[in-house]
């Protein structure tokens, strides 16, 4: 018989409770898994459901085109969805007769369209040749936007040439019911493919108004370029009265700083505040003291850095731990002087508001 010592009680308590913190824990992550997959698939849907309206849209007024880029998105989530290998088959050549995207160790094929008349499958079936009925047992038809409710008008002789199937007829809405039956790790990556490139895709499904202006644009994401320059400059030129500066010299300064990103000010205006003297009135700045204090990936400030040192404003640091030597001119240096002693750097430099050098 074998004795229940309480050290061994003690053991199996432990043993017990750790048991059922891992179940615990367990339950949490499954949990946690859950909400987020439940997240996914809303987003999807919704995004899904907003690009299918953006292309109805379209077809309403004769817009049924679509490029490459859009073709390759759907490739992709095609391929993330029924766990293929879809190519575009257009690659090769101007058009493939037939077939968009075809996998051949799969043995599928989908013809990618926005029209979804029978009209549109009588033709694609009437283009699908000998060739690819031989290489493809499974031929689809993916319609973006909303498929009719009936195909009656579907040839059944064309049909029969390559075991096409009404039911392979499929539109967005269909792909969004697939999406619930996915695992989370498909969903995660159609989650990560929107995330990158849905955005893009549904810009290219943009209508222009009458004057041919998309209402995504570039152009709106363009920085504005700062006008607020000084009239008289009287308080600065107060501050250095031997400096034989005029006003086309803060104009030349002016331009030059507005050529730079207001971020890549923001990071001018924190160098001249950590840094320490340097040169000729310019300030020298530890690389591995600005890259701690500021908390930006590492490549980010590596290419601010790269735009300062390429509009004249830095010198290219040198050597394993390099301290940044900035370069600006006698002008622009009393000109932050002037913002420092005033305690308003920031709005000079970065808003670049200088109304504020006049009296």
């Given at each position: ?129 000998e060739i690819q009925c031989d290489q493809y047992d499974e031929i689809g038809i993916f319609i973006l936007g909303k ?97 034989g500066y005029s006003l086309e010299d803060l104009e030349v300064s002016f331009k030059k700083l507005g050529q730079l ?99």
């Amino acid at each position: 018989m074998i004795r229940e010592y309480p050290w061994n009680r003690k053991t199996t308590e432990i043993n017990e409770r750790s048991i059922g913190l891992q179940l615990i824990s367990k339950f949490v992550k499954n949990c946690l898994i859950m909400l987020t997959r439940g997240h996914i698939i809303g987003k999807l849907i919704d995004d899904l459901a907003v690009l299918q309206s953006q292309i109805q849209l379209r077809c309403q007024i004769g817009l049924t085109d679509l490029n490459k880029f859009s073709e390759d998105f759907i490739k992709e989530v095609l391929n993330i969805t029924f766990d293929i290998q879809l190519k575009n088959l257009n690659e090769g050549r101007s058009n493939e007769p037939g077939l968009d995207l075809g996998d051949l160790k799969s043995k599928m094929a989908f013809q990618v369209t926005s029209t979804a008349k029978s009209d549109k499958i009588n033709d694609t079936l009437q283009r699908i040749n000998e060739i690819q009925c031989d290489q493809y047992d499974e031929i689809g038809i993916f319609i973006l936007g909303k498929k009719q409710n009936s195909y009656v008008a579907v040839k059944q002789d064309l049909m029969d040439k390559c075991n096409f199937q009404l039911d392979s007829i499929m539109d967005i809405a269909d792909l969004g019911k697939h999406l619930v039956t996915l695992d989370y790790e498909r969903l995660y990556s159609l989650h990560k493919l929107f995330e990158r490139e849905f955005q893009i895709v549904l810009t290219e499904f943009e209508i222009p108004n009458n004057e041919g202006v998309y209402p995504t644009s570039l152009f709106d994401k363009l920085e504005i370029a700062p006008t607020t320059f000084c009239e008289n400059a009287k308080d600065f030129f107060k501050m250095f009265p031997d400096g034989g500066y005029s006003l086309e010299d803060l104009e030349v300064s002016f331009k030059k700083l507005g050529q730079l990103p207001r971020v890549t000010r923001e990071l001018l205006e924190i160098m001249i505040s950590i840094g320490t003297d340097g040169p000729f009135d310019n300030y020298l700045v530890d690389y591995q003291e600005l890259k701690r204090k500021l908390k930006i990936p590492e490549q980010e400030l590596k290419e601010e850095i790269g735009i300062l040192m390429r509009k004249g404003f830095a010198y290219d640091p040198e050597g394993p731990d390099p301290e940044i030597s900035l370069k600006m001119d006698t002008v622009t240096t009393d000109i932050i002087y002037f913002a420092m002693e005033r305690d308003c750097l920031g709005k000079i430099l970065v808003s670049m508001d200088f109304t504020l050098l006049d009296g």
